[in-house]
């Protein structure tokens, strides 16, 4: 019975949106409202608790809301410059097929954002860019989503390992480098292949019918993108611990797919266009801005991120200077919710739209439409997002309670535990995924779970360290289908509404994920 009111987080959002086909914004309403009447009525959780876990959810939800807003307004901005044009002419020197612009703009440039800001960034980024570029919306989002996970591991300069792990015993450099080192080498099996994995999603959902036999054209030259990437995540991981190893792997991997797509090495000569969304014309004329001009906010957006996250003094001012961080909420100890202003992504893409204008000499008018138009495309978002992390925030918070039970989260994974006993290297990238579905991040599913992965660990022999880069791997790969990720990612393509038909595209890559990260696990398990 606990462990059915335990679920009930995951199975309510999984029934209202992917079974009955619901929006976000009334599925999450009644998910929400089952697990709140459940965390009352069965798991002792008092009424102030639970409305201090809602009001942070609703607190929670503005700041992601405010990331949203900053990507979708960044891309209007330089829909209304031009420089979308320029920018899509500049990949069709590259290439003009579809499935090489996946690869570079979802996973590598979103790798790189990744590396940066992590947080659901990337896919609000990359997502909108790859629509104006002329994918289908659906495509857009579901690509964005599958793209954004090798790279989470390390996102937002090692979080999800640094912090993620912080709760382990001898957690501290030793330990996280090694974890990283982990990681890297288990996603030489998982990661790699998942360039061709975005091709085979791109061909069989979104073709012209002739499915899979589209994908199989680029397998070499996907593979040869893929190993670049994991292969140097290894490198850069042993040289230099996992604070970079995002950013450094994306760079190295943006390099050799522009340069061997350039040339045309190992792709077909025939260019696939199957996925352009309905009326979607190519601008033939050619664009005044020089492309340097028309990139230059997204990389504005990679160097604020990065000095915002690494130089000491830069990092402390932004941490600071504008703070509606809310501590104790209703005055109940320990439920908090953190909102930096200047720290946050979406600040940094608003300053980023703003440097555009500047930038490429236009109106300050083209800003002006552009929020005009992104404050109308989120509200839905906004409301979905309310419910979700009400819901989060409460199955999160479940411990805080009168009938002296851990909390849901916690409960899943012992009963789990009890179940797979020795083979626990197969389950462990599961209950990451399971946190990350949850909670909507992979740092706090590692926060959460990390302590319970480590003590089976240890209880049945199997190496810590490989268990816990599972958990984060897992945490990584849950990014894919966590419910307000995929709110976000729908909002920002223009299809609020459709969560659920995106999840059941991108539920199967997370659960392959997951079971080739633990095919990996064991195999590094097997020779060390």
Known sequence: MLLLVALSAIIAPFIFLVIFRMTALKGMFFSAVIVIALALLVWGMEGDIVLASVFQGIHKALTILLILFGAIVLLNTLKHTGAVDRINQGFQNISGDMRVQVVIVAFLFGSLIEGAAGFGTPAAVTGPLMVALGFNPMAAAVLALVADSSAVSYGAVGTPIQVGLSNIPGAGPELFHDVGVHIATIDLIAGTFIPFVLIVILTFFFGKGKGIKDAFPLLPWALVVGITYTASSL??????????????????????????????????????????????????????????????????????????????????FTLTAIDFTWNNILGVEGITSKWEILYSPGTVLIIAALLAILIQRKSFTNFAKASKESLLSIKNAGLALISTLALVQVFTNSGMNVEDLVSMPQYIAQALAGTFGSMWIFVAPFLGELGAFITGSDTVSTLTFSPIQYSIADQTGIDTNIVLALQVIGGAAGNMICVHNVVAASAVVGLSGEEGSIIRKTLIPALLYGLLAGIGGFILLTFI
């Open 235 to 316: 490198l850069f991981a042993v040289l230099f611990g996992p604070g970079f190893v995002a950013i450094l792997a994306s760079l190295t991997g943006l390099v050799v797919a522009a340069w061997t797509a350039k040339k045309g090495w190992l792709l077909p000569k025939t260019e696939w266009k199957d996925a352009l969304q309905d009326g979607h014309e190519l601008k033939v004329e050619k664009s005044k801005m020089g492309l340097i001009t028309a990139w230059s906010p997204y990389v504005v957006v990679v160097g604020l991120l990065l000095i915002t996250r690494i130089i000491p003094q830069i990092k402390e």
